[in-house]
């Protein structure tokens, strides 16, 4: 979850499109709109990445253990919302499961829920990080994006 | 030298253009090519482009100061030909199909609603409604039970997880589908469980977007109703 806000200033400046809104519609902008075969299309090899993320709630092992992981740590902080106390259950969550037999679905449904949390801190950067991924081809974090995503509120 | 392809329009629309960049850094000019009744708002096409963040808010704002003007055909991001006469010559030769696109889009322009629920207030919705998966749950936090109760309740969670967002985003279509002359579904990505584009005419832009608002209103802060428009058709091109 780096956040190397670069150019950013730049973009501010540079088109009709604020880039909160340029975020929504990236799949707009890619997907769809005339297409004209007999052109040259770039490549949006990086790009792709963006916009092809599946949804959350898929068949999954890894969903399910997930979903559970979640309701088991409502249940434990029992309608106490704050981020912060949040962040340390989870934090202990993601050591309890690490011992268990399932390590690495485990752990991976903890960072999940450990990376959502962070997004909710963050969201006033996020529709900026996930805009930065769309240029920045070779970076590692696309697949923490959706759980950053929902960190997204409305603005109006 | 390659010719970066923005967007078609009639060429009575005024284009103006002035103070818009094209894409590429330094960003290109924008000019016209004119074939008959039809033109293409095209640049230089920068020698690497790929899509970078600045390009496309370069190739959306380009459509923005057209739409504002008239009708307008948005290309899909990244088109280049390979020269003015190769434009011109898709203009001539599709003439008519793009005549009558910029006809039936008169007056029109799209709104795009991506809607998602806060996944915390939905699993606590569930594990209150449903006996058996507050169960499940009470099971595996109480210690109790085998290895295999996370899955079962994952699973279950999942279901309901869907059959709850599938019933919202039916809901959310019924309520704006009357206000608008066509829809684009298509499939919700990350935590979204609706992403749909909506045709509106003008003169029901102001009805449209209020009813977007009293199903925000309506729906409360849990859920994240995010409305992007009026945009250049891309969706109904």
Known sequence: MTVVPQGQEAIARGGGASSGNLYDILDLILD??????????????????VKVDARVVVASVDTYLRFAEACNRLDLEAGNKKPQELTDLVGEVTEGGSHGKAKGALTGAAEAVTDALKGKRGDEEADEEAEEEAEEEETAGQRKRPARRAAQHRKE | MAVYVYSITASTHPRRLDGVDGVGDPPASLRTVKAGELSAIVSDAPEELRAKRRDLAAHQAVQERLM????????????????????????????????????????????????????????RQILAESEEARGLNEQITGGRGGPDLPLALGELVAQEVQARQDRLAASLLDALQGLAREDVVSQPTGNDFLNVSFLVEHDQEESFRTAEKDLADKLGGDFDLRLRGPLPPYSFV
Do not use: N
């Open chain 2, 68 to 123: 504002a003007d008239g009708t307008v055909l948005p290309l899909q991001f990244g088109f280049t030909a390979d020269d003015d006469d190769a434009v011109r010559g898709v203009l001539e030769e599709r003439a008519e199909e793009f005549t009558e696109r910029l006809q039936a889009l008169a007056d029109c322009v799209e709104y795009h609603l991506k809607a998602a629920q806060d996944e915390d207030a939905l699993l």
């Open chain 1, 32 to 49: 769809r709109g005339l297409v004209i075969d007999v052109f040259a299309r770039v490549s949006l090899v990086g790009i792709e990445l």
